[in-house]
């Protein structure tokens, strides 16, 4: 809470005639000059006493935004509602002025302009969102700032509570040719009974899906396209490793690709789990019980977005030794007995000798591929990365290299043809 101009004013010239009235002994003056800044000490009261913040007429508010969780650079809408609960409580919402918070990374570092619409009871504001990264941002409070009748004093405070946002990876739609990184159908060789006819499952018709596998019968009880994934029943397990760098648009890269292709894997019927990197809200993969599940595809895009919020609050170990220590517990929990022979789809740096010999006992369990960044400027860190794209051919890796930053569909394309 702060004077106005006008309340400054008021103040200054309260404290001078006071001043003068003493002086002179004018009991006038001194009267007048204690009205000045009887007015602005009146106005101090008001807006403690009229406050939309709080007490038994404060303002609520109701913030949502859609979609909730939203893709890095995709849009998205927020609504926030304020509302007036009685006659006390509209007074304090007809003379307070609103302005919205959001993160940066919410906002694209634009200012937000708001829709408002004004009801006797209510101020909706709708606006857009621009995320540029991924990660959970804040979403407001309110600030809420309003001035006494006279216009002497003006107050800031804020209104509601903040919401996050979570935002997902940026992602391209990769598509998976049937046959491209295993057989066709790939049948798990883990000494599991290959499912029958009779534990085919239905899923939602995508593009591309062959019209003579449509359940024509569901489809119609349902009123969309169903068709049936029996031939994807028995895909193998598949692994996304990733090996994050310490530079925020490597980071930010590295999870893009990685998120993509776990997708595109996915969606071909395999049932798939993220490593590598370490989440902001679990403990390191080692600890970590959540991490080593697998997503399945399920009818709708609740096994989508299960493995993208896996992804939001990926961020690189804070020390190399830590880093190390994540690939090894990965590498380990690849090869340990009875995990089942895996695909393993990884982006990786430049390893050290240790994590290298751990990825080379890999290709004795699973179906190893690898896209290896390659740093763009010449140097020691580039000379790693090339011994590392080495060594994992040698020691039997499908691999490819790949500059951060470089188109996803490019990178899984060149990965793809490793496999033939």
């Known amino acids: 809470m702060r004077p106005t101009p006008r309340g400054w004013g008021l103040l200054a010239v309260g404290a001078l005639v006071t001043g003068v009235g003493i002086g002179l002994g004018s009991t006038d003056l001194v009267r007048l000059g204690l009205v000045a800044l009887l007015v602005v000490v009146a106005g101090a009261v008001w807006v403690l006493v009229v406050d939309p913040t709080r007490g038994r007429h404060a303002l609520r508010v109701h913030r949502s935004v859609t979609p909730n969780p939203v893709s890095a650079g995709s849009g998205a809408t927020a609504h926030v509602q304020v509302t007036a609960g009685d006659v006390a409580s509209r007074v304090r919402l007809a003379e307070v002025q609103l302005g919205e918070q959001a993160a940066s990374q919410l906002s694209g570092g634009l200012t ?14 709708t606006y857009p969102l621009s995320p540029v990264r991924r990660g959970r941002w804040p979403l407001g409070p309110l600030v809420a700032r309003r001035t006494d009748p006279f216009g002497v004093v003006r107050t800031r405070a804020t209104l509601g509570e903040a919401v996050d946002v979570a935002v997902w990876p ?10 491209a990184l295993v057989g066709e159908p790939d049948r798990v060789a883990l000494g599991a009974r290959t499912p029958s006819p009779d534990d085919a499952g239905l899923r939602t018709y995508r593009v591309g899906d062959d019209l ?17 994934s029996d031939e994807r029943a028995g895909r193998r397990p598949a692994t996304v490793l990733m090996d994050l760098p310490a530079d925020r648009s490597g980071i930010e890269w590295t999870v893009s690709l990685a998120a993509s292709m776990g997708l595109a894997t996915l969606g071909s019927g395999h049932p798939v789990r993220m490593l590598g990197g370490r989440s902001l809200a679990t403990r390191p993969l080692a600890e970590s019980v959540g991490a080593l599940t697998h997503v399945r595809e399920g009818t709708g895009v609740s096994s989508r977005a299960e493995l993208l ?52 006992e890999v290709v004795d369990a699973c179906e190893p591929y690898a896209v290896v960044r390659l740093p763009r400027a010449a140097g020691a860190a580039r000379r790693d990365a090339e011994v590392t794209l080495g060594a994992l051919r040698r020691a039997g890796w499908h691999v490819c290299s790949a500059e951060p930053g470089e ?5 899984w394309a060149r990965l793809l043809e490793t496999a033939r």
Do not use: K, Q
């Not at 240790?354 to 990825?359: G, H, K, N, Q, S």
């Open 212 to 228: 003579r596998r449509v359940h024509w019968a569901s489809s119609a009880r349902r009123g969309e396209l169903l068709v049936r």
């Open 309 to 360: 919020d896996r992804a939001v609050d990926l961020e690189p170990a804070a020390t190399e030794a830590e880093s190390e220590a994540d690939l090894l517990a990965a590498a380990a929990e690849l090869t340990r007995s009875g995990s089942g022979s895996e695909l393993v789809l990884a982006v990786l740096g430049p390893l050290t000798p240790r994590a290298r010999a751990a990825l080379a």
């Open 170 to 179: 940026e992602v391209a739609e990769l598509a998976f040719p049937a046959g």
């Open 407 to 411: 188109n996803l569909e490019d990178v």
């Open 112 to 125: 937000l302009r708001a829709r408002v619409e004004r009801a006797p009871a209510s101020i909706t504001l």
